[in-house]
T-cell receptor, first 114, second 113 residues
Framework: EPEVTQTPSHQVTQMGQEVILRCVPISNHLYFYWYRQILGQKVEFLVSFYNNEISEKSEIFDDQFSVERPDGSNFTLKIRSTKLEDSAMYFC????????????FGPGTRLTVT | SQQGEEDPQALSIQEGENATMNCSYKTSINNLQWYRQNSGRGLVHLILIRSNEREKHSGRLRVTLDTSKKSSSLLITASRAADTASYFCATGGVTGANSKLTFGKGITLSVRP
């Protein structure tokens, strides 16, 4: 069964450093998302991406964040200068088009900013 | 306003019993999806119900949706110890079928063997 994959599973970085989180969405999906979950809190939407552009973004997704689909399979989230409060589990998700609105999530990348 | 509030926050049952979890939301939706999350792990998609549907089944799962009351319920029948996890409802907005999901805080389900 196709699944969303994410790398790395755990990333530790120092405050102020740039990180890139990588995702491979399900191959025939057209919509891609990033969410995050701070420990013990709700899953929060960050950004959605369709047709090579951002379709929606939250207030969290400020200028420190960017997304890219560098090729036909990868979808990345870059945090330019990490802050302590960026420590969270970051989930990538994808969904298809038409009757399939289900969003399928990857296993997540745990980002720890020290 | 809070969208997607689950109830109860925690539920403990004996293996074999049924588990019912409720979710309420405030704004109009296109769809509502239920997810399971084992401790520290990813979100597993369980079931999606569209705003024009009232009930759906998938294996031991039954989900209902009442758009007039802005509420949904997830029933897990004949629970197993392996069902122990956190369960989240997530609502998809009316801006489009693939719009962002807004998650609730989740319900912690413990199934005692």
């Amino acid at each position: 069964e196709p699944e969303v994959t994410q790398t790395p599973s755990h990333q530790v970085t120092q405050m102020g450093q740039e990180v890139i989180l990588r995702c491979v969405p399900i191959s025939n999906h057209l919509y891609f998302y990033w969410y995050r979950q701070i420990l013990g809190q709700k899953v929060e939407f960050l950004v959605s991406f369709y047709n090579n552009e951002i379709s929606e973004k939250s207030e969290i997704f400020d200028d420190q964040f960017s997304v890219e689909r560098p090729d036909g399979s990868n979808f990345t989230l870059k945090i330019r200068s990490t802050k302590l409060e960026d420590s969270a589990m970051y989930f990538c998700a994808s969904s298809g088009q038409g009757s399939g609105y289900e969003q399928y999530f990857g296993p997540g990348t745990r980002l720890t900013v020290t | 306003s809070q969208q997607g509030e689950e109830d109860p926050q925690a539920l403990s049952i004996q293996e074999g019993e049924n588990a019912t979890m409720n979710c309420s939301y405030k704004t109009s939706i296109n769809n509502l999806q239920w997810y399971r999350q084992n401790s520290g792990r990813g979100l597993v998609h369980l079931i999606l119900i569209r705003s024009n549907e009232r009930e759906k089944h998938s294996g031991r799962l039954r989900v209902t949706l009442d758009t007039s009351k802005k509420s949904s319920s997830l029933l897990i029948t004949a629970s197993r110890a392996a069902d122990t996890a956190s369960y989240f409802c997530a609502t998809g907005g009316v801006t489009g079928a693939n719009s962002k999901l807004t998650f609730g805080k989740g319900i912690t389900l413990s199934v005692r063997p």
